[in-house]
C-alpha cells in the first residue's frame, strides 16, 4: 500500500476503526513504522478523537475490546 492509500484510508475510517487498528496491529505495520504516514495517522485519530468527545471514546473503546 502506497502512502497516499494509507492516508486514504486513515481518512475514510471512524474512530473506531482507527482505535482498532492502532490497539491490535502487529509489530512493524507499515501505518505506524512509515514516519509520514505514523504522524499523520496521530494527527487524524486526534482529530477524530476530539469530535467524539469522551463518550464516543469509551463507547468506541469498550467496542472493540481486548482480543486474548
Do not use: C
Not at 13 to 33: H, N, Q
Not at 49 to 55: I, K, L, P, S
Not at 56 to 67: D, L, N, Q, R
Amino acid at each position: 500500500m502506497t502512502v497516499a492509500q494509507m492516508k486514504k484510508w486513515i481518512d475514510q475510517s471512524s474512530y473506531e476503526g482507527l482505535l482498532s487498528k492502532w490497539r491490535f496491529a502487529p509489530v512493524g505495520d507499515p501505518f505506524f513504522t512509515t514516519p509520514e504516514v505514523a504522524a499523520y495517522y496521530q494527527q487524524r485519530m486526534a482529530e477524530k478523537r476530539e469530535a467524539v468527545g469522551d463518550g464516543g471514546h469509551v463507547a468506541a473503546s469498550k467496542s472493540i475490546g481486548w482480543k486474548w
